[in-house]
C-alpha cells in the first residue's frame, strides 16, 4: 500500500485528525496531574502553621506535580508531533511566495 500526500490541505486535515486529537488528549492527560495538585494546595496559604490535614494536602500535591514534572519529556513530544503536523501543513500548501516585512527577523533566508 502506497500512502501519499494529500492534495488539499482540506484532506491532509482530515487525514492527520485522528493522530492530531490523540496528540491534544496527551497533552491534557499530562497537564491533568498539575490541574489536580493545585486542588490540594494553596500557595498563599504558604505561611500559615502546618497542620496534619495541610501537611497531607501539601504531600499529595507534591506527589501529583511530581508525576507532572515527570511527564514534562512526554509533553515535549505530544507538543512537538503538534507542531510537526502544523509545520507540514504549512510546507505542503502554503502558497506564500514572500516573507511579509513584519516576520524577516524570524526567518533566515535561503
Not at 490541505?9 to 491533568?32: M, N, P, Q
Request: proline share 4%; aromatic share 12%; net charge positive.
Amino acid at each position: 500500500m502506497k500512502i501519499s500526500v494529500p492534495d488539499t490541505l482540506e484532506k491532509y486535515i482530515r487525514k492527520t485528525e485522528h493522530a492530531v486529537r490523540h496528540f491534544y488528549s496527551g497533552l491534557d492527560s499530562c497537564w491533568s496531574y498539575y490541574q489536580e495538585a493545585l486542588e490540594h494546595w494553596d500557595i498563599s496559604q504558604v505561611n500559615e502553621p502546618l497542620t496534619l490535614e495541610r501537611k497531607e494536602k501539601l504531600d499529595k500535591y507534591l506527589s501529583l506535580a511530581g508525576k507532572y514534572f515527570n511527564l514534562k519529556l512526554s509533553e515535549s513530544m505530544f507538543a512537538g508531533a503538534i507542531l510537526q503536523m502544523a509545520y507540514m501543513a504549512i510546507r505542503l500548501y502554503s502558497k506564500n511566495t514572500v516573507v511579509p516585512t513584519t516576520c524577516t527577523k524570524f526567518v533566515r533566508p535561503t
